[in-house]
């Protein structure tokens, strides 16, 4: 994105947050006359997966304000506005449980941005804004960013209506070897607690550029995770290898970032602790690839870096591999976006499904309702279900069939606003 272009999507951003009226087909109506709290809507559809791991064949979705009331047999319902999305699949709002949503390319120098170049608090709320928005385009309805203090007003202003975007929850800063010890790191959390972040995010391993080698001391972890669960807050840990993961485990934390390189012991005892897995695969260092000149030379983006990164790449997929084989180990959907990666997040799903072997109802439980239960928000979305939020997504295409439908985005309702709605196949992108 231009920086030049940063002015009029502000506007677009702030005149997409109202709803647009459904495109005319047979058997669909629309009202505008009733407000959004009152009216009811039918999203009906010919193939509709819950989330759950359920197929529910056609059926109506009945929302009333910004949750769903009823899933009712098909042609059933009746509402004030009826989307009639015949020939797509239906499924729950993506949830992406590790993005950067303010990460973005600087205007002057094309380069990831760093602190080395200035910009204005304006310029980065709306380049965070852009990002959140292309993001929920992309069928996202939900995202953990891990984390920037930009995302907490980002967060507030979506929830709020102000802005269009995907449910956000945050981190802010994040934990670090600079930190302190464990008395620093309590005080730190206290601060991210005082702050309104939803979770704390943990660096307890080396990038994997520098090697992906422990950082954190298990007194240090002890500290981190255990003020974060006395604030009611969970914990996600950066970290690799197999004695930061074990630290972490044994810290009581509530996730794991990565773990590009874990062996089966260290998948079994996460297994046996509860501990989540958000392995990062594809996407996140694919568009580093992608776009290499516009990260060497900044921070450890280096030559010796990007071999790292190549390095890590096949050891990634093998260790998701092997983690589809271990009992009761869940791994949910994240998909680490930074800089030029924003709504392109489903294309590690893809990339789960075909290359990872992942069987491809899993993949989409992994994304809504496994990712909700993980960011402790599972009573509230991640199902098509009667009382959480109405927040769906319509494919041209069947996910169990076509991992590619998942970048056939046709239809976007975000908590009972309607944010995308393509009139036909055709002009689904």
């Avoid at 009331?69 to 949830?95: C, F, K, N, Q, W």
Wanted: charged share 20%; net charge negative.
């Amino acid at each position: 994105m231009n920086g030049r272009t940063l002015a009029p999507l502000f506007l677009a951003l702030t005149l997409a947050g109202c709803e647009r009226p459904a495109e005319a087909a047979p058997g669909e109506t629309t009202d505008a006359a009733h407000p959004q709290e009152s009216r009811t809507i039918v999203v009906r559809s010919t193939h509709v997966l819950d989330g759950a791991g359920n197929d529910l064949g056609a059926r109506d979705v009945v929302v009333r304000g910004d949750r769903i009331a009823e899933v009712a047999p098909h042609g059933s319902a009746r509402g004030d506005a009826v989307y009639d999305l015949a020939g797509r699949t239906l499924i729950p709002g993506l949830i992406d449980t590790h993005v950067h949503i303010g990460w973005h390319f600087d205007r002057s120098t094309g380069k990831t941005h760093s602190g080395r170049v200035q910009e204005s608090a304006e310029d980065a709320a709306l380049y965070a804004a852009a990002n959140a928005w292309e993001t929920l385009q992309g069928g996202f309805t939900t995202v953990q960013s891990l984390g920037a203090m930009v995302d907490l007003p980002l967060r507030d202003a979506i929830a709020s209506g102000a802005l269009p975007g995907p449910r956000i929850l945050t981190s802010g800063i994040a934990v670090n070897a600079g930190t302190g010890g464990p008395d620093e790191i309590r005080a730190h959390v206290d601060r991210m607690a005082e702050a309104g972040v939803d979770a704390i995010k943990i660096f307890a391993s080396a990038s994997i550029r520098d090697g992906g080698g422990p950082t954190l001391e298990q007194a240090q972890l002890d500290a981190a995770c255990g003020q974060a669960r006395a604030h009611g807050l969970r914990s996600f840990v950066h970290a690799y290898d197999p004695e930061s993961v074990r630290r972490v485990v044994a810290a009581g934390c509530t996730g794991v970032e990565h773990g590009a390189l874990l062996d089966r012991p260290t998948l079994e005892l996460m297994a046996e602790r509860g501990v989540y897995l958000d392995p990062n695969i594809d996407l996140v260092l694919r568009n580093y690839f992608e776009n290499a000149d516009r990260f060497l030379g900044v921070g450890n983006y280096t030559e010796e870096g990007f071999a790292q990164m190549r390095a890590a790449l096949p050891k990634a997929l093998a260790v998701f591999r092997e983690g589809l084989q271990v009992p009761g180990l869940h791994m949910v959907f994240g998909t680490d976006a930074v800089a030029g990666s924003h709504g392109r997040n489903w294309e590690e799903l893809g990339y789960r499904i075909r290359e990872g072997g992942q069987d491809p109802m899993a993949a989409l439980v992994s994304a809504t309702s496994l990712a909700a239960e993980e960011m402790g928000i599972g009573d509230r979305t991640g199902r098509i279900v009667a009382g959480l939020a109405a927040d769906l997504v319509a494919l041209d295409g069947d996910p169990l069939r076509d991992s590619d439908a998942y970048g056939r985005v046709a239809f976007v309702m975000a908590a009972g606003r309607v944010v995308r709605n393509e009139p036909s196949a055709a002009g689904a992108r």
